[in-house]
């Protein structure tokens, strides 16, 4: 099983990137310019600058 990267772009130039499974971004059907949705439930939180 591999993993999918999504970039969801936001206004003012803001991008949240989520790691997904390959099957649940084939189950989603997901493709670029996608409209999607994205909701948070967070356990854990990395935080890093450049």
Known sequence: ???SEIITELPEATEI???ITKT???????KIGNEI?????A????IATD
């Open 37 to 41: 949705y994205a909701a948070f439930k």
């Open 24 to 30: 649940s971004a084939e189950n989603l059907n997901l």
């Open 1 to 3: 099983m591999g993993s």
């Open 17 to 19: 990137t989520s790691i």
């Open 43 to 46: 356990s854990s939180v990395m």
